[in-house]
């Protein structure tokens, strides 16, 4: 019976393939580490972020992981990217990152793109069981969303700001896609103004609709402009919420400081929260009562939510 649960994914499991995943067989049996076995994966994004999730999933044995990333390494990678040496000539992330990522697991086959995105996000993803998606503008998050609804990919969207970082999950078509919970514009649109909002909610909203305008992240060179530009946003959003008159914008007062980089303290959070939730979700034990999570570093605690 056991010979048999163990062939999947490339074939039968090997001797040393079952001693590197003994652990995790006894965990959640080799009918699980099958599974795992046979999935393919779409990480977009290398920074911080990606670095930790790609850790996370190579760890746990997945058939392959593509690292997708277009741009160079910058010295805010020296933030939380661990995965790309600190002598490394490579300039494109997902390329500096492979060497350390492939040997964090040989039975896993790690493959690197550099094409952006944008270019190929209508079709890219339906080569994949799982999309986690990182680092890309709202629009392409949207546009990810909808593509992989269509394509029945579930699909995990993360990002981190500073010490503030949150995700959104897709693995069942009963809730919102990620377009109609963040609309990205000024007011709170009729789906969600009709909710009891959780407070977070408007502080994501609000970083999203900067990097809508300002096609960036706030950024340290310009944290006093960028903080004003968010306190804008918030109190535009509240205001515009009829169902939360109770929010005031300066409640968020304690958090415009440290929205700026990836560090690494919540990239470990929300990178571990994200792949734990996504393994799940493959060995079809999924948190499907929820589609948002937001970790709060200021009360130090991460709570799931339906929006």
Known sequence: MASELMKNGDGEMSKDERKVYDRQIRLWGFDGQNKLRATK????????????????????????????????VSILDRCSQFLIPRDSEERNRAKASLSSAQKLNPNVKVIVDTTPIEENVDSFVTSFDLVIATECSPSTYKRLSENCRKSNVKIFIADVYGLFGYFYQDVNSAYSLYGEIFPNNAEIDTLTSTKKLPQLYYLTSALLKFQSDSNRKPNPDTSEEDIEELKSIIHLQ?????????????????????????????????????SQ???????????????????DHIEHEGKFHLL
Do not use: R, W
Not at 50 to 68: F, H, M, P, Q
Not at 286 to 291: E, R
């Open 238 to 274: 509240i205001n515009y919420s009829s169902s939360d008159q109770e929010n005031k914008d300066d409640v968020f007062e304690e958090y415009y400081g440290e929205l700026f980089c990836e560090l690494s303290p919540t990239t470990s959070i929300i990178g571990a929260m994200v």
């Open 41 to 72: 994966v779409l990480l977009i994004g290398m920074q911080g972020l990606g670095a930790e999730i790609a850790k996370n999933l190579i760890l746990s044995g997945v058939n392959s992981i593509t690292l997708k990333d277009h741009t160079e």
């Open 277 to 295: 939730t996504a393994l799940n979700t493959v060995m079809n034990k999924p948190v499907d009562k929820y589609n948002v999570f937001f970790y």
